[in-house]
């Protein structure tokens, strides 16, 4: 099990790509990559070839990390939204980043669909937007900030 001090931050920039940055740059999870750069440019490359918004207001950015053997997952608030694709018309107020391995997919696809077990309940979202410290939002930050992903149950 992983401690991380920083995998959280709000986002005030307006750019999808700039949020992005933002977040790798304020959550200290990423500070361990080897090539934060590389990661960052990654991400990029495949926010361009297709948007990471998946509706509800909720975006999952990620990029190859070569040289890492677990995802490292951070959370970014957007109080205002951002568009982040015109298919989601919805702002995105709620933007994971996730660096993951090359060689390691099935890591990755089990930490996103417990990330998404959580964020796909319209209540919880909501809750998580509000600042709210309920149990479910604190046992959601504890799975962040440990880096141990399980579902919702």
């Not at 951002?82 to 099935?106: G, N, Q």
């Not at 979202?125 to 959601?140: H, I, K, N, P, Q």
């Amino acid at each position: 099990m992983r401690d991380r001090d920083s995998v959280f931050c709000i986002v005030d920039e307006k750019d999808k790509h700039e949020a992005i940055d933002h977040i790798i740059a304020a959550c200290s999870i990423f500070d361990e990559l080897p090539d934060k750069k590389r990661f960052a440019d990654a991400v990029h490359r495949r926010e361009r070839v297709q948007s990471t918004g998946i509706g509800h207001g909720v975006a999952i950015a990620h990029g190859k990390c070569p040289g890492i053997e677990d995802p490292s997952i951070a959370l970014g608030i957007s109080p205002e939204g951002i568009i982040f694709d015109d298919r989601f018309p919805d702002p995105v107020h709620i933007i994971f980043v996730i660096a993951s391995s090359p060689t390691k997919e099935s890591l990755y696809l089990r930490a996103v669909a417990s990330i998404l077990s959580w964020v796909h309940d319209a209540d919880f979202r909501a809750m998580l937007l509000s600042g709210e410290e309920c149990g479910d939002v604190m046992r959601f930050f504890n799975m962040l900030r440990t880096q141990t992903f399980v579902p919702r149950a």
